[in-house]
């Protein structure tokens, strides 16, 4: 199929991890490079909706305190974690430290940032607590980041 996802056996995969979703080279020469970074075993947890919202803002937010490359960070439909789009060649490794920081960060935060009216679609549906609690849970499991498969 297109998407590289769908070419993923999600009962492979043992959450939290972090791994490369796609990594495109554009015609200039430059590369994209496109995470996945997951929170939840997929069809057997997920997320909150508002801590989903609430991460998508934090991480969001923060990442690009310890990155410049962050182009965008994504929920994933299924509520099971997020896609963090990178400009240039990114290594779920080498990345882990701004992860790592962004969820510190986000842990450490007394809000959400941007959680209203003005600056969201849906700014009551928000929660700062259920977003540090899973940034808290996530990071716990910092050591298994790297390994995305039981085997
Ligand atoms: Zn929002």
């Known amino acids: ?26 015609p200039g020469g430059d590369v ?16 909150a909706s508002e801590a989903v919202h609430s991460l998508e803002h934090m991480m969001a937010e923060h990442m ?3 990155s410049n490359d962050v182009l965008d960070v ?20 080498a990345f882990a430290p701004v992860l790592e920081a962004t969820m510190r960060d986000l842990i450490a935060a007394d809000d959400v940032p941007a959680a209203n009216e003005i600056q ?3 700014g009551a549906h928000h929660t700062l607590e ?3 609690t899973a940034a808290q849970e ?10 995305v498969t039981a085997s």
């Not at 993923?8 to 791994?19: M, S």
């Open 1 to 26: 199929m297109n998407v590289e996802s769908f070419n993923l056996d999600h009962r492979t995969v043992v959450a939290p991890y972090v791994r490369i979703a796609d990594r495109k080279e554009l």
């Open 32 to 47: 994209l490079t496109k995470l996945d970074v997951r929170f939840t075993q997929p069809n057997v947890a997920h997320l």
């Open 64 to 66: 690009r305190n310890h």
């Open 74 to 93: 994504s929920p994933m439909g299924c509520r099971t974690g997020f896609y963090v789009l990178l400009v240039g060649d990114h290594t779920p490794e």
């Open 120 to 122: 969201c679609g849906w």
């Open 130 to 132: 259920g977003a540090q």
């Open 138 to 147: 996530f990071l716990d499991q910092r050591d298994s980041w790297g390994q």
